[in-house]
């Protein structure tokens, strides 16, 4: 079966220039890279002290939105319709505000005057963590829920009359099912995680080796400090190709891809 549809032709044109004004920045920063010093760039003291800040905190706040999300993600798909829309508003809350209002939420819960100010988080590695959690997770979550609610409950139920645990359907019969989603949720969450920016600076500061992870080391550089502006040029082609790598992934992962 088709799926071209009857789109009118004059669309062609809008639709061409949305698409060039994705992919135009895109080429120019591609241009500007210069191919003859680009791994010299990536791997200099300070690209690679980002680079690997950037993946550990990364790594860390992943398994942290695992081992919370999936069962969030759980909850809401099978909660009662109209519970089910509060909570997917309420995880969505963080995709939708300004990076920088997370970082200051942050700052107001953890900081020296808040709540839990006694923990001493701000301004450590720890806080890029948690940086990076509060601004991914709601991709795991959503990603992982959707995937849940399109297996349905029929399986589970066909466990549950046989004898299963809720713990045994959990394990193999609810998980094995929305693996692809699942996959896809975390795959997601770590890419949102290393290219988050805004709560971090606002949340975590700006320290070399301890808290500058790769988009802060590119904003320092491009603001005169820090890094060459010839190795931001290379961390961001660095997290292009990650995005890019990110994106296939998860398409691969889809159920039916390719039919």
Do not use: H, K
Request: glycine share 10%; net charge positive; with cysteine.
């Amino acid at each position: 079966m088709t799926t071209a549809g009857y789109v009118p032709r004059w669309l062609v044109v809008p639709a061409a220039v949305g698409l060039l004004f994705l992919l135009v920045p895109l080429a120019a920063l591609i241009a500007r890279v210069e191919w003859t010093t680009v791994w010299s760039d990536i791997t200099s003291d300070a690209a690679l002290s980002a680079l690997g800040l950037s993946l550990t905190t990364g790594s860390a706040a992943t398994v942290v939105c695992a081992v919370i999300g999936i069962p969030l993600a759980l909850l809401i798909a099978r909660s009662p319709g109209r519970v089910a829309a509060l909570l997917r508003a309420l995880v969505t809350v963080p995709l939708v505000l300004p990076p920088m209002v997370g970082g200051v939420a942050l700052l107001y819960l953890f900081g020296r005057t808040g709540p839990l100010g006694i923990l001493g988080l701000p301004f450590t590695t720890p806080a890029v963590v948690l940086a990076q959690v509060f601004v991914a997770l709601p991709f795991l979550v959503l990603a992982v829920e959707g995937a849940l609610r399109s297996t349905g409950v029929e399986f589970e139920r066909a466990a549950a009359s046989l004898g299963a645990s809720r713990a045994t359907i959990l394990r193999r019969v609810t998980l094995p099912l929305a693996a692809p989603g699942i996959v896809a949720g975390v795959v997601l969450c770590f890419a949102r995680a290393i290219g988050e920016f805004g709560a971090t600076a606002l949340f975590a500061g700006n320290r070399p080796g301890v808290t500058q992870t790769m988009p802060l080391a590119i904003y320092t550089a491009f603001n005169g400090a820090g890094v060459s502006q010839g190795t931001a040029v290379a961390l961001s082609l660095l997290l292009l190709v990650t995005a890019v790598a990110v994106l296939l992934l998860v398409r691969g992962w889809r159920p039916g891809v390719g039919r």
